[in-house]
């Protein structure tokens, strides 16, 4: 690729022996030694040091350029280096760009009101925006909104699958046991409950009739007291709310039929049990929606949201919840807090960003690349034996690598060589060499979860199947 990022100070690509920089076996080396390896998973040895970004594109230090699949796990719905959000950072930080919490300032007050009205819109309900700065920590105070509300009760439902953050409170919902092992949490571990994931589920049903079987099950929880959750005398369940991604992030991009959250809307409204929807990585257009729960039809009580609000430019995220949960009397002044939560620099660049969807139409633009490279997946699945599912709604894709012999078996070694091979930056296509990111995810973390810019152009569309090709056939051949 002719187009180099510019990383130096003289405008230039950065080189390893650029003055002032250390070669990536010296970064390496002190990485190893000082850095807190509980604060990232290294998906490749050595891991990859990125020097530059654009576009779709990231780049090494010697100027080679990568096609990012994943875009920082969908935080970069906007494409790196963007330039309109980023002239927006360098206005607020002309500007305001430090202030104190307790104090006002009016890009906080008209993000606010632009998500809120945007909501009252589409679900009919007022409400009010709450900050914070992480998807975790912005699910934590969902928690305390919930509890509030719900007279202190701490238990909640979530899906199988599901993952909502790493902090206590968060983990306590996310479905992985591995993120509580060591820690604990506190309160109580929410019940998990099955996802209509229809690769999996059982043979001979149709997505729909799998999605109508996974609600039936569920409300056969309410069908007597003896199933644990339900007090038929007092009419009252034991459980406040039903925590929900509309389509699975970690747990590999699983979209489920279009019936199910209206069906599952309606037990939890005959049982009192609110619906909090985690749009922390699917928000934002990234399914064509605003919010993805948009494509099914519901109503929630509350949205948690996060990550490409700022196109990750600054941290900052979020809950909008109905006015009976938020209202000062029900929730009044200092009920959490946050140092950062609704800092100038985050909620400058989201106002602009919510006002960049608003005049742009990503609706359109993200159904028609979603579904030119569904088909492009697709291709592929007939071509590679080991692709056993591929699925998306919007630039939310998905490709199930399995065993050859079977394409059901999942393989997650195959997954890690592709990932392996595309960090190598050797892959050749029409003459040029590019380096290929991918992200991983599934149940058995054997799922190619894609979230590409949702600039990305046709060539780059193009581009990334032929290296998606590549990858798979060095990949079966290791």
Same mark, same amino acid.
């Given at each position: 690729?002719?187009? +180099?990022?510019?990383?130096?100070?003289?405008?230039?690509?950065?080189?390893? &022996?650029?003055?002032?920089?250390?070669?990536?076996?010296?970064? *390496?080396?002190?990485?190893?030694?000082?850095?807190?390896?509980?604060?990232?998973?290294?998906?490749?040895?050595?891991?990859?040091?990125?020097?530059?970004?654009?576009?779709?594109? *990231?780049?090494?230090?010697? &100027?080679?350029?990568?096609?990012?699949?994943?875009?920082?796990y969908s935080a970069v719905n906007f494409g790196y280096r963007n330039p309109r959000l980023d002239a927006a950072v360098r206005r607020q930080?002309?500007?305001?760009?430090? *202030?104190?919490?307790?104090?006002?300032?009016?890009?906080?007050?008209?993000?606010?009101?632009?998500?809120?009205?945007?909501?009252?819109?589409?679900?009919?309900?007022?409400?009010?925006?709450?900050?914070?700065?992480?998807?975790?920590?912005?699910?934590?105070?969902?928690?305390?909104?919930?509890?509030?509300?719900? !007279?202190?009760?701490?238990?909640?439902?979530?899906?199988?699958?599901?993952?909502?953050?790493?902090?206590?409170g968060a983990s306590a919902i996310t479905s992985s046991y591995r993120y509580r092992r060591r820690y604990g949490h506190f309160g109580d +571990?929410?019940?998990?409950?099955?996802?209509?994931?229809?690769?999996?589920?059982?043979?001979?049903?149709?997505?729909?009739?799998?999605?109508?079987?996974?609600?039936?099950?569920?409300?056969?929880?309410?069908?007597?007291?003896?199933?644990?959750?339900?007090?038929?005398?007092?009419?009252? #369940?034991?459980? #406040?709310?039903?925590?929900?991604?509309?389509?699975?992030?970690?747990?590999?991009?699983?979209?489920?039929?279009?019936?199910?959250?209206?069906?599952?809307?309606?037990?939890?409204?005959?049982?009192?049990?609110?619906?909090?929807?985690?749009?922390?990585?699917?928000?934002?257009?990234?399914?064509?929606?605003?919010?993805?729960?948009?494509?099914?039809?519901?109503?929630?009580?509350?949205?948690?949201? &996060?990550?490409?609000?700022?196109?990750?430019?600054?941290?900052?995220?979020?809950?909008?919840? +109905?006015?009976?949960?938020?209202?000062?009397?029900?929730?009044?002044?200092?009920?959490?807090?946050?140092?950062?939560?609704?800092?100038?620099?985050?909620?400058?660049?989201?106002?602009?960003?919510?006002?960049?969807?608003?005049?742009?139409?990503y609706e359109t633009m993200v159904a028609e690349k979603g579904a030119y490279l569904l088909e492009g997946l697709m291709d592929l699945k007939?071509?590679?034996?080991?692709?056993?599912?591929? =699925?998306?709604?919007?630039?939310?894709? +998905?490709?199930?690598?399995? !065993?050859?012999?079977?394409?059901?078996?999942?393989?997650?070694?195959?997954?890690?060589?592709?990932?392996?091979?595309?960090?190598?930056? =050797? *892959?050749?296509?029409?003459?040029?060499?590019?380096?290929?990111?991918?992200?991983?995810?599934?149940?058995?973390?054997?799922?190619?979860?894609?979230?590409?810019?949702?600039?990305?152009?046709?060539?780059?569309?193009?581009?990334?199947?032929?290296?998606?090709?590549?990858?798979?056939?060095? #990949?079966?051949?290791?």
């Amino acid at each position: 690729m002719s187009k +180099r990022v510019r990383v130096g100070n003289d405008n230039t690509p950065a080189r390893a &022996g650029d003055r002032g920089r250390l070669p990536d076996t010296e970064l *390496l080396a002190l990485e190893t030694r000082y850095c807190s390896h509980g604060d990232t998973v290294h998906y490749t040895d050595p891991p990859k040091i990125f020097e530059g970004c654009e576009g779709s594109f *990231l780049y090494d230090a010697e &100027g080679r350029a990568y096609l990012d699949l994943q875009m920082w796990y969908s935080a970069v719905n906007f494409g790196y280096r963007n330039p309109r959000l980023d002239a927006a950072v360098r206005r607020q930080l002309d500007r305001l760009p430090q *202030l104190a919490s307790q104090y006002l300032h009016r890009e906080k007050i008209e993000l606010a009101a632009l998500i809120a009205q945007d909501a009252k819109k589409k679900f009919g309900a007022k409400g009010r925006v709450h900050f914070n700065v992480g998807g975790s920590q912005a699910i934590e105070d969902s928690l305390k909104l919930v509890r509030n509300y719900k !007279q202190g009760k701490s238990l909640m439902f979530a899906f199988e699958g599901g993952y909502h953050g790493r902090t206590l409170g968060a983990s306590a919902i996310t479905s992985s046991y591995r993120y509580r092992r060591r820690y604990g949490h506190f309160g109580d +571990r929410a019940h998990f409950v099955p996802f209509p994931y229809h690769f999996r589920g059982p043979k001979g049903m149709s997505k729909e009739e799998y999605g109508h079987h996974c609600v039936q099950q569920f409300a056969r929880l309410f069908e007597s007291e003896y199933n644990g959750v339900w007090d038929p005398k007092a009419g009252e #369940a034991e459980y #406040a709310a039903f925590y929900v991604e509309p389509i699975q992030g970690t747990g590999g991009y699983v979209i489920p039929p279009r019936n199910f959250f209206l069906e599952l809307k309606r037990v939890l409204d005959e049982h009192a049990i609110l619906l909090v929807v985690d749009e922390i990585q699917m928000g934002f257009y990234r399914t064509g929606k605003l919010w993805s729960i948009e494509h099914f039809g519901v109503k929630p009580d509350a949205i948690v949201f &996060g990550k490409a609000i700022t196109n990750g430019l600054n941290p900052l995220a979020g809950v909008w919840a +109905r006015e009976e949960l938020i209202n000062p009397t029900v929730f009044p002044p200092g009920s959490t807090h946050s140092t950062f939560n609704a800092n100038p620099m985050g909620t400058g660049v989201a106002l602009e960003a919510m006002k960049m969807m608003r005049e742009t139409d990503y609706e359109t633009m993200v159904a028609e690349k979603g579904a030119y490279l569904l088909e492009g997946l697709m291709d592929l699945k007939r071509r590679h034996k080991i692709v056993g599912d591929v =699925d998306g709604l919007g630039l939310a894709l +998905r490709m199930e690598i399995c !065993q050859s012999h079977d394409s059901f078996t999942p393989s997650k070694a195959i997954v890690d060589r592709m990932v392996d091979e595309g960090l190598k930056g =050797d *892959l050749e296509v029409d003459g040029k060499r590019y380096g290929l990111v991918l992200d991983i995810g599934g149940y058995y973390k054997n799922v190619v979860t894609l979230a590409p810019s949702l600039h990305i152009t046709k060539h780059e569309m193009d581009l990334a199947l032929k290296l998606l090709d590549a990858v798979m056939l060095r #990949a079966v051949r290791a």
